[in-house]
């Protein structure tokens, strides 16, 4: 059986896909996690069915958190169903209580799907695919000159009659060493769907006219979509210069809260116990026993305290996600610091600890553990479990989201000065017990 938490999340999702008009077994796109599998399916001849993508929003500006070196507050995706040759596409948050469920309203006033999280389905106008582009550091190393090329897609909507409501959705996106490489992952995705819908293509090459929208050459075979209820839970995207994949079924630190409220409340009442005892082995003059239960009250005092602090932070915790991994220039984390907004600490460290270089990993695979299924990360450090799950097919396809991440990452080139020295050594005691 799932745990609770994950029950109610999937429930919620099954509620947003249905204001959709959509059931959780459809297959999902999710351009921004395979856009392999996404460019085939939006570049299929036919009408068919409507098709149903998950999306990103924009994020929000940063907020003071900047100054503290943490990056954008995260949003959650949302869901986006098309149908060809209609400019009109209707969205759906990613998730939606039942009790706020409500069939979508032209010129309705609910509230909007784009506020991540929030409202119910409402339709929107299409008014363009947008493709930028913009240069990024390579790896961050101070002897590499090298840039990267970052290319995304933007859908942009009509102006919004509120300023909650989304104005574009994030599609695709990619980087590369090469920008033709990246441009073309990115116009595999951005092409088709504005021919699909009847909008104008934006590139740095121009404007191209729904009628005139040039077919783009497909990326590598991609696998079956999974089902939107399968694909639902973890998503990855840029915030900021980061690429982060997260799991919008946990509540982050604030599950957390609860039990470390208990658990410094009962510390709290044992020191307080031997406080007192100190109290009376000093009235007694046993001045020996006083010092030994004062210092097993002192450290009791101090843990307690410690975790009604920590649990003070988790109760505060306003991100409806955890962030999984992180993929920065160079480097990826496992498990990164976040604020209390789920904004990604900058730091090149996280729970697990520092930051390995991306060009430190040898393998991505997916194990079994048990009656789920890992993502491991296998590392010159060390194999990390960066992620569980109970099916084979999403550990897989996350496997190869987190390699495409990995690989946009890693600085080009043979092995790092830190590689060399290791092999020296182990070449060097091999040689030794030869």
Not at 300 to 327: K, N
Not at 400 to 409: F, K, L
Request: glycine share 10%.
């Amino acid at each position: 059986m799932p745990e609770p938490s994950t029950a109610a999340f999937e429930a919620e999702v099954a509620c947003a896909l249905r204001s959709l008009e959509a059931e959780s077994t459809v297959p999902a796109l999710d351009p921004l996690g395979d856009p392999a599998g996404a460019a085939c399916a939006l570049s299929a001849e036919g009408a068919g069915a409507p098709l149903i993508l998950r999306v990103a929003p924009e994020l929000g500006a940063l907020r003071r958190e900047q100054d503290t070196g943490f990056g954008p507050a995260p949003r959650d995706p949302v869901w986006l169903r098309i149908e060809r040759g209609a400019s009109v596409v209707r969205l759906a948050p990613l998730r939606l209580a039942g009790a706020r469920h409500a069939r979508p309203q032209a010129g309705g006033g609910e509230a909007s799907a784009g506020a991540a999280g929030e409202g119910t389905a409402e339709p929107r106008d299409a008014v363009g695919v947008q493709v930028i582009s913009e240069r990024r550091p390579c790896c961050g190393a101070p002897t590499c000159a090298r840039e990267r090329t970052y290319v995304a897609a933007w859908l942009a909507l009509a102006g919004p009659a509120r300023a909650t409501e989304a104005r574009r959705l994030l599609v695709a996106e990619a980087q590369d060493l090469e920008a033709e490489r990246a441009e073309a992952l990115v116009e595999a995705v951005a092409a088709p769907l504005a021919a699909a819908l009847g909008v104008p293509l934006e590139t740095a090459r121009g404007t191209e006219p729904p009628g005139a929208i040039a077919p783009r050459p497909l990326p590598e075979p991609a696998p079956t979509p999974l089902p939107a209820a399968a694909l639902s839970r973890f998503a990855i995207r840029s915030e900021g210069e980061l690429l982060v994949l997260r799991d919008h079924a946990s509540h982050g630190p604030r599950s957390s809260a609860a039990r470390n409220a208990l658990i410094g409340a009962a510390l709290l009442l044992a020191a307080l116990a031997l406080w007192i005892q100190v109290m009376r082995s000093v009235s007694a003059g046993d001045s020996g026993i006083a010092i030994g239960v004062g210092s097993a009250a002192a450290l009791l005092s101090l843990a307690g305290y410690a975790f009604l602090g920590v649990a003070r932070f988790s109760s505060r915790y306003a991100a409806r996600s955890a962030p999984v991994v992180s993929f920065g220039p160079g480097r990826f984390v496992v498990a990164p610091w976040v604020s209390r907004t789920g904004a990604i600490d900058l730091r090149p460290e996280g729970r697990l600890g520092a930051a390995i270089s991306a060009g430190e990993v040898r393998d991505i695979r997916v194990l079994p553990r048990g009656d789920r299924f890992a993502v491991e990360i296998d590392t010159d450090h060390g194999p990390i479990d960066a992620l569980l799950t109970e099916r084979e097919d999403v550990a897989r396809y996350w496997r190869d989201a987190m390699d495409r991440a990995v690989a946009s990452v890693r600085h080009a080139g043979g092995p790092s000065a830190k590689q060399r020295l290791r092999a020296r050594a182990q070449a060097q005691q091999a040689s030794a017990a030869g």
